[in-house]
């Protein structure tokens, strides 16, 4: 793909964020311990009358102000990416339920605790709970997003390297919640097509 | 408690002398309405429940050295968390500095002779004590020990059979006393000042304390609705937060952050007040920008109302609302920015002393920026969606919460202590203390931020291999970082064996608390107080700080 991925925008931001917060924070530590070394009773008997400078004031309201908006459009762009489904995703039903993830494909195929997905194809997930609350994150991919009892949400990633990956519960769920882990594996499209046809519903067992 | 021997010049103290006046022992204390006993029974309550909350912040760490829940088993390290940030969070960080210092010092900041409501006062405190036993109650009582972590999320906590009713009641209870003590707060700020006193004359810690106030009174009703819904939900099933009966669980994460996000504020503006007091008079300089860090607080504690769906990215929420809240979140950024601007532009140019009160405010700029800059990856949604819920966020939170507000709160300790008790204290081992306590928490934090970043969830008793050299690190620094918080308060604690002997004013300050008497007398001064026209003007020639 040309245009960057969701992953790729998401982890620009966050490089942009940390960059600039570590510039200012390295600049408000070195001003620190300048301050208190420079003017110390010792070298500065006769402290200053500075109460304050109005000019100073603003220009250190309006430039901490820009950071942020710039900060602010990147991490809402990079959220759209993680929004915007491509329209030939392949939609797979996600049913969270204490304390284990249900995965439903388009050919009627359940799969327990497995998210078996084709390179190269966009996937979306439809998410929802049977219970409590749940929230599947797929770190790799940046990916989180609550499982809520009576409503429906979503996500997607573009799975563009075969290979495993985790699943966790990300929304605590009670006493299984850091066991309620899922992989999601994605294979060359065949071997998946060969997956989906196979009639037997699937648990953790590849 | 030690009482202090009275010294030849001096007037007794508010030590020997109990309010109201027929009551002796025990009595004195427990049913006192002098703002100053209630400011201490108050401490030492807190510090009891900081200890605790310590102690399980530690077995947290034990479970995690290694995978596999060997220590205990989820269930028990889910009444760790849930505990740990109950404790935190309603019996040590919001009452922390308010109720201690708020009680103590402000009524002297605006020379009044105690706060408005006395008896309300005691009545918060009571009400405080009944909240932090019914937290203990609800361990041992019912169903077991809670398990919902401090949030009490619906549906979960709707439906486990452990004690959440108990616990939520504590937590209302809790807020009570908060919302009393913020009515007090603002009315005595209101109606108890000197005539002499604007309100361009008030000290800043005072200032803090009354947006504080504020927010407490506005936002604390929320949050005492709320809980109360989950006791009404789990006795009766009304249904409101169940979708099989129409009810909705996000609106239940919406009512919760309305408060509990403006709570940060409550949390972190008195700790903000702390450090505006402290840097002007160990730089011998006026603070810079008055009017800014005033107008900085009022701007926190307005707007900081304005962003709590923040918490609710990944929730279901429309993409409208993450882009409203999103962007109020980084306009919040700036008056916090602002401040610590207003700090270092306050140290240039001053001529400043070092002693323990400047280097904890220090070491607060330094986390608390940290903690600051950090919130910017959680306000930027696309960032948050991969580090919501994970370690990162327990690790940003810690820096605000306790590297900021905590440290904000020893380096009160240690610049009141003298006031409050009539002591001094060593200065080296407190060096040593905040050195070690700052290396370690570092260590133990930014493990944390890596953990989160690397895609750890929060909440976990276990883990998958990959997260287990961090963790296992992250345990040992938390070991460290306990040492140096221990060794900051023994160090205090120490002191009490030592004679009375503290000047009225050991640190040349100019408020007005330092022109009575360590420790003051009933009433808090024998003569008016001279209320400066800028409160923190310094002379020209500064004198040395008083040190043991």
């Known amino acids: 793909m040309n245009s960057p991925t969701p992953v790729q925008q998401v982890d620009q931001a966050f490089y942009f964020i940390f960059g600039v917060s570590g510039v200012i924070l390295l600049g408000i530590i070195i001003a620190l311990i300048y301050f208190v070394v420079r003017y110390s ?4 008997p006769i402290p200053s009358r500075t109460r304050g400078n109005v000019w100073l004031e603003i220009i250190w309201t309006v430039v901490p102000l820009t950071i942020a908006m710039f900060m602010f459009y990147l991490g809402w762009q990079s959220y759209l990416g993680l929004r915007d489904v491509p329209e030939n995703a392949m939609a797979v039903k996600v049913t969270a339920q204490t304390f284990q993830w249900v995965f439903e494909y388009p050919s009627g195929k359940v799969s327990d605790g497995l998210l ?10 439809n998410i929802s709970s049977s219970d409590t609350l749940h929230s599947l994150f797929i770190p790799a991919f940046r990916v989180k997003v609550d499982a809520i009892p009576g409503r429906q949400t979503y996500a997607w990633f573009y799975p563009d390297e075969v290979g ?16 309620m882990t899922a992989k999601l594996r994605i294979l060359p499209e065949e071997e998946f097509n060969e997956w989906i046809q196979n009639k037997k519903d699937a648990d953790d067992d590849w | 408690m030690n009482i202090p021997s009275p010294n030849d010049t001096r007037v007794p103290t508010f030590y020997e002398t109990p309010s109201p006046k027929n009551m002796r022992g025990i009595w004195s204390w427990l049913i006192t309405y002098d703002h100053k006993r209630i400011g201490l029974m108050y401490m030492w309550a807190i510090l009891g429940w900081f200890t605790l909350g310590i102690v399980l912040g530690i077995l947290m ?16 390290y889910n009444a760790f968390f849930t505990l740990h940030g109950v404790i935190m969070v309603f019996l040590f960080i919001i009452p922390g500095i308010p109720a201690i210092f708020g009680n103590f010092i402000m009524p002297m900041q605006i020379g009044a002779e105690d706060v408005f409501f006395p008896k309300i006062n005691l009545l918060s405190y009571w009400l405080y004590v009944l909240g932090g036993i019914l937290a203990i109650v609800s361990l041992f009582a019912g169903g077991g020990m809670p398990d919902t972590g ?10 486990t059979h452990t004690n959440v009713s108990m616990a939520t009641f504590a937590a209302f209870t809790l807020g009570m006393s908060s919302i009393l003590t913020g009515v007090n707060f603002v009315t005595t700020i209101h109606r108890m000042r000197p005539a002499n006193m604007g309100w361009k004359q008030i000290p800043l810690f005072t200032w803090s304390l009354y947006a504080t106030a504020w927010v407490q009174i506005l936002a604390t009703p929320v949050v005492g609705m709320t809980l109360l819904l989950i006791i009404l939900e789990r006795a009766f099933g009304i249904g409101l937060f169940d979708p099989s009966k129409g009810g909705d669980p996000v609106l239940y994460q919406h009512l919760f952050w309305m408060y509990s996000h403006p709570a940060v504020y409550i949390m972190v503006l008195p700790a903000m007040g702390v450090v505006s007091d402290i840097i002007p008079v160990f730089a011998r300089k006026a603070i810079f920008g008055y009017k800014a860090i005033v107008a900085s607080s009022l701007g926190i504690a ?8 923040h918490h609710m990215y990944t929730s279901s929420m429309s993409d409208a609302a993450v882009f409203l809240f999103s962007f109020l979140t980084f306009v919040v950024a700036v008056p916090s920015a602002v401040k610590v601007f207003n700090w270092l532009a306050t ?3 001053g001529s400043i002393v070092m002693a323990p009160p400047l280097a904890m405010c220090l070491v607060f700029i330094v986390l608390f920026s940290v903690g600051g800059l950090t919130g910017l990856v959680l306000g930027s949604a696309g960032t948050d969606v991969h580090v919501h819920d994970t370690a990162f966020v327990v690790a940003h939170f810690h820096f605000v919460m ?3 507000v905590g440290v904000a709160f020893l380096a009160a300790l240690y610049y009141w202590w003298p006031k409050m008790f009539g002591r001094m204290y060593q200065f080296k081992p407190a060096y040593w203390g905040l050195g070690i306590f700052f290396v370690g928490f570092n260590l133990h934090y930014v493990t944390m931020f890596m953990l989160g970043l690397q895609g750890m969830p929060r909440r976990y008793y276990t883990y998958v291999p990959r997260f287990a050299t961090g963790n296992f690190f992250a345990g040992i620094a938390g070991v460290v970082m306990v040492l140096g918080l221990a060794i900051i308060l023994w160090n205090l604690i120490r002191s009490l064996r030592s004679p009375v002997t503290a000047p009225n004013n050991p640190w040349g300050s100019t408020t007005l608390e330092w022109q009575t008497q360590s420790p003051p007398p009933l009433e808090n001064f024998t003569k008016e107080p001279v209320v400066p026209n800028y409160p923190y003007d310094f002379p020209e020639k500064p004198d040395d700080i008083v040190r043991v």
Request: aromatic share 14%; hydrophobic share 40%.
């Open chain 1, 41 to 44: 009773r010792k070298r500065n």
């Open chain 2, 150 to 159: 401090w949030t009490f999320y619906v549906p979960f906590s709707t439906k």
């Open chain 2, 347 to 349: 140290l240039q140019g």
């Open chain 2, 61 to 76: 760490r034990v479970e995690l050295l290694q995978p596999g829940g060997k220590f205990v088993d989820s269930q028990t």
């Open chain 2, 302 to 309: 307005i707007a900081g109302s304005l962003v709590w769906a």
């Open chain 1, 164 to 179: 495993t990956y985790e699943i966790f519960c990300a929304v605590f769920c009670g006493n299984g919640h850091a066991d």
């Open chain 2, 402 to 404: 306790f590297g900021g």
């Open chain 1, 116 to 125: 078996m997905v084709p390179k190269g194809k966009p996937i979306r997930l």
